[in-house]
């Protein structure tokens, strides 16, 4: 397997992609915005759509479209205090919108590859943009990460002490539209918000601390990514579909260790 010039790329890619895309989810969860993830992915994807019918690298015009909606997205937030899902809607319909639209003018064939991800189609430029947005990310999280933590539990208190909430809040949203619009490569527009809650869900059954859960959505991002990838490989499949299915079995099974054990803990009250 490894003997081929775009599996090597896919593993460095997906390795990647799995630190990336929990690390950042990890907060999204914690932060009840898990669903910001699949607004923008259907931004992303009219972005892509975009980007093939104007000739211009779908990468490209789809961080740009995500960019774009996560900043509109943190400005109807503002305008919506007491209705903030409400802008999430509100840029899910125009990216769903746009999409349609684009995708309808033609010349969009390759638009399967960014739905559902492409091991074949990544190329070294993938590769570049994600090595410098995980440097761009992890850069982040260590300048700003007592601010995130604050924020992640209790904004208003946040503001009240002191921490440029809104400003922390913009250049998040910035890293999120980032980071949807380079994974969509491997895992797919469609499936990006799936590995950015799955492993954090999994991670939550079992750990004890804020930073042990946030290493724990990691491990278990990067084992999907690894185990998705060996399947979609030889099994001919889609590498976002087994990605996020290898995350969900990971899920499945840690519920049902988690399980036996409190039914043994609950047996060994009884006794």
Do not use: C
Request: aromatic share 10%; net charge positive; charged share 10%.
């Amino acid at each position: 397997m490894m003997s081929y010039e775009f599996m090597q790329k896919s593993f460095i890619m997906g390795i990647l992609i799995a630190l990336i895309v929990p690390t950042i989810g990890y907060f999204l969860v914690l932060r009840r915005q898990s669903i910001i993830g699949d607004t923008l992915s259907h931004v992303a994807l009219s972005g892509a759509a975009f980007g093939m019918i104007t000739h211009i690298y779908p990468v490209y015009t789809a961080t740009i479209f995500s960019i774009i909606a996560a900043l509109g997205i943190e400005g109807l937030r503002r305008k919506y205090e007491n209705y903030a899902e409400l802008s999430l809607s509100i840029v899910l319909s125009v990216g769903v919108g746009l999409a349609s639209i684009f995708i309808s003018l033609g010349n969009t064939q390759g638009i399967l590859s960014y739905l559902f991800g492409s091991l074949a189609l990544i190329t070294s430029k993938d590769i570049i943009m994600v090595v410098i947005l995980g440097i761009l990310t992890f850069m982040t999280i260590m300048i700003f990460y007592k601010d995130l933590f604050y924020i992640t539990f209790d904004e208003e208190s946040a503001y009240l002490a002191g921490i440029p909430v809104r400003f922390v809040n913009l250049i998040f949203s910035i890293l999120v539209a980032l980071t949807v619009a380079i994974s969509m490569r491997i895992v797919g527009v469609l499936l990006i918000s799936s590995l950015m809650v799955l492993p954090v869900a999994t991670s939550l059954l079992i750990t004890k601390s804020f930073k042990s859960g946030l290493i724990y959505s990691n491990i278990f991002g990067i084992v999907s990514v690894m185990v998705g990838l060996v399947l979609s490989f030889y099994l001919d499949l889609s590498p976002g579909g087994t990605i996020v299915l290898t995350s969900l079995s990971i899920l499945l099974l840690v519920l049902l260790i988690e399980n036996i054990k409190n039914n043994q803990k609950i047996n060994k009250k009884d006794q």
